[in-house]
């Protein structure tokens, strides 16, 4: 979707370096999340955001930490990156609570070795 | 707290055939349910959801759902499989912290 951007859109790291990703978008919808997407788990809440610099844990928080300065960018930081942490990751927005549906980004393919 | 969960995580139909592809969700609120599907390397497209009202919901490329209060089902079908109906299906509800709770994903493969 033109509205959303994630990048890098593919990164092979590390076990132990830092890795960032971001997500940008050009709608200025309030609400954006990070999910992790694994073969039999669909997809699992990471951390989202319904405001700058107002972040909240999900379902699989652990490892992760996120930030949100401006309105437009959500990043996701893995401090300490493990093989665990291979997965395809993907961002999503929505305008505020009263919209339901969400908005997928075209997500970022993550190894760690 | 809110779950859904996708019955059969491969679904194998002849084009033109049928597509029916389970859903049952746990909900101690009206639970706001959604269909997506995901094409290879690609995000997820919302193809329905249901919030209130009609039971039965329309989305896009055919395909359609009924709310079924009395089995806490949410089924996905489509009359007739098109080549292009490849992909993979995730059902979802709608959590209370307006995050989206999703079921494993059921891979649909359309045999020609």
């Known amino acids: 979707d033109a509205g959303i951007t994630q990048s890098p859109r593919h990164k092979v790291t590390e076990t132990g370096t830092p890795v960032t990703l971001r997500c940008h978008q050009t709608?200025?919808?309030?609400?954006m999340y990070w999910y992790r997407q694994d073969p039999g788990h669909g997809l699992r809440l990471i951390h989202y955001?319904?405001?700058?610099?107002?972040?909240d844990k999900g379902e699989v928080s652990d490892g992760y930490s996120v930030s949100r300065s401006k309105t437009e960018d959500f990043l996701l930081t893995l401090e300490s990156a493990t093989s665990s942490q291979t997965s395809v990751y993907f961002c999503?927005?929505?305008?505020?609570?009263?919209?339901?549906?969400?908005?997928f980004g075209s997500g970022t393919r993550l190894t760690v070795v | 707290a809110q779950s859904v969960t996708q019955l059969g995580s491969h679904v194998s139909v002849s084009e033109g055939a049928l597509v029916l592809l389970r859903c049952n969700y746990s909900?101690?609120?009206?639970?706001?349910l959604f269909w997506y599907v995901q094409y290879p390397n690609q995000g997820l497209q919302l193809l329905l959801k249901?919030?209130?009202?009609?039971?039965l919901v329309k989305g896009i490329n055919g395909f359609e759902a009924e709310f079924k209060k009395s089995e806490t089902s949410f089924h996905l079908t489509k009359p007739s499989a098109h080549m292009s109906d490849a992909a993979e299906y995730f059902c979802?509800?709608?959590?209370?912290?307006?995050?989206?709770?999703f079921g494993a994903g059921t891979r649909l493969t359309v045999k020609p």
């Open positions: 999503a927005i929505s305008r505020d609570r009263a919209e339901i549906s969400y908005t």
């Open positions: 709608e200025n919808h309030r609400y």
């Open positions: 955001s319904y405001g700058v610099k107002d972040t």
């Open positions: 909900s101690s609120v009206p639970p706001y």
């Open positions: 249901y919030t209130t009202g009609a039971t």
């Open positions: 979802a509800v709608r959590g209370n912290n307006n995050d989206m709770r």
